[in-house]
């Protein structure tokens, strides 16, 4: 009961407060009445205490490892290929306001982007290194992922393989095997 009084009397404190700190590695917007009023920087800044509220976001770079994936190559080779997007914050409106999970558009667009990379690329180009894959994946996020304030600095791959599909056909529960199968 003692916890819950503490906690209910910092956040009225809280509504009451009318400053804002943002650190040096980050970013931030306010907003009045539930509406974007304005975009701040590190620093200090001053709000309307209850009639205000801030958003922040980190805009130090950082990565993000996609999944593994299993794709073909423009000649039909079977690979599994995993990467690394190293990204940073620039925009802070768009990045808080324009998209729900960030990690998941950022993860979804770059699977997608690698995908549609390899489908244009021979295998033997990839392990030659004729065709950088990494550059071309760098284009297609960017162009996605820019509007909303996210900047790509990089795409590693950090595997790339070849794979067989082994798909073995055994009764199971429910099947019934007929003359025709």
Same mark, same amino acid.
């Given at each position: 009961?003692? $916890?819950?009084?503490? *906690?209910?009397?910092?956040n009225?404190?809280?509504?009451f407060?009318?400053?804002?700190?943002?650190?040096?590695?980050?970013?931030?917007?306010?907003?009045? =009445?539930? +509406?974007? /009023?304005?975009?701040i920087?590190?620093?200090?800044h001053?709000?309307?205490?209850?009639?205000?509220?801030?958003?922040?976001?980190? #805009?130090?770079? #950082?990565?993000?490892?996609?999944?593994?994936?299993? =794709? @073909?190559? +423009?000649?039909?080779?079977?690979?599994?290929? $995993?990467?690394?997007?190293k990204?940073?914050?620039? $925009?802070?409106?768009?990045?808080?306001?324009d998209?729900?999970?960030?990690t998941?558009?950022?993860?979804?667009?770059?699977m997608?982007?690698?995908?549609?990379?390899? +489908?244009?690329? $021979? @295998?033997d180009?990839?392990?030659q290194?004729? #065709?950088?894959? *990494?550059?071309?994946?760098?284009?297609?996020?960017?162009? *996605?992922? /820019?509007? @909303?304030?996210? %900047?790509?600095? +990089?795409?590693t791959?950090?595997?790339?393989? %070849?794979?067989?599909t082994?798909? !073995? !056909?055994?009764?199971?529960p429910? @099947?019934e095997?007929?003359? *025709?199968?």
């Open positions: 009961m003692f $916890n819950y009084l503490i *906690e209910t009397l910092v009225v404190a809280d509504w407060r009318f400053w804002i700190v943002v650190d040096q590695y980050e970013a931030g917007i306010v907003l009045r =009445l539930g +509406k974007f /009023n304005r975009e920087g590190p620093g200090f001053l709000k309307w205490f209850i009639f205000e509220d801030e958003m922040i976001a980190r #805009t130090s770079i #950082t990565t993000i490892e996609l999944r593994p994936q299993s =794709l @073909y190559t +423009k000649d039909g080779v079977s690979v599994v290929i $995993n990467a690394i997007v990204y940073a914050i620039t $925009n802070p409106k768009p990045f808080l306001l998209i729900w999970d960030a998941d558009v950022l993860r979804d667009v770059s997608g982007s690698l995908r549609l990379t390899l +489908k244009d690329i $021979n @295998y180009d990839i392990l290194g004729d #065709t950088s894959v *990494e550059d071309v994946c760098i284009k297609l996020i960017r162009a *996605e992922v /820019n509007q @909303y304030g996210f %900047k790509i600095h +990089k795409v791959l950090t595997d790339i393989g %070849k794979f067989k082994i798909r !073995l !056909l055994q009764d199971a429910g @099947y095997s007929t003359d *025709e199968d």
